[in-house]
């Protein structure tokens, strides 16, 4: 299995930075990244810490929402390099009224291409007897995605 999912409280965050281009010259750049943190101070926390490992001068988190990912399904496929939102939805039977009943989950899947992100979902959701269809997906601007290291 080159997937893992993990379930938390995810948020995303923007950060703003000057970042040297290939040309040598730095241009002020905006960037999103997730973060799993119980609040919002622990999110800035947690993304504070990340990226001052990251970038050599000032930045600044100029914003940071809570995320509604059901799970984030990470690779560990060097390659897959692209963070895919894929809604997906749940059918399930009322068993009253016999009636189809779908609810829909959004997940934040690891993967190189579009393809890779649709067989990624299909490999983590292989472990289930869930019949579900993929609703969207559709490719992120998120550059990564950090865990809280206890």
Not at 28 to 47: H, Q, R
Request: glycine letters at 4%; charged letters at 30%; aromatic letters at 12%.
């Amino acid at each position: 299995m080159t997937m893992k999912s993990r379930t938390a409280n995810w948020f995303e965050c923007t950060v703003r930075y000057e970042r040297q281009m290939e040309d040598g010259m730095t241009k002020k750049v905006n960037e999103l990244y997730v973060v799993d943190a119980l609040s919002f101070g622990e999110a800035e926390e947690s993304i504070t810490k990340e990226m001052t490992a990251y970038v050599s001068g000032e930045f600044e988190v100029k914003n940071i929402n809570p995320a509604a990912y059901g799970e984030v399904f990470f690779s560990e496929n060097a390659a897959d390099d692209r963070w895919y939102k894929a809604r997906l939805s749940f059918i399930t039977i009322d068993e009253k009224t016999e009636k189809e009943k779908r609810t829909s989950v959004t997940y934040l899947v690891q993967a190189s291409t579009f393809n890779g992100a649709v067989k990624n979902i299909e490999e983590v959701m292989s472990g289930t007897m869930i019949d579900y269809v993929i609703a969207n997906i559709m490719e992120t601007k998120i550059m990564d995605v950090y865990e809280h290291k206890a």
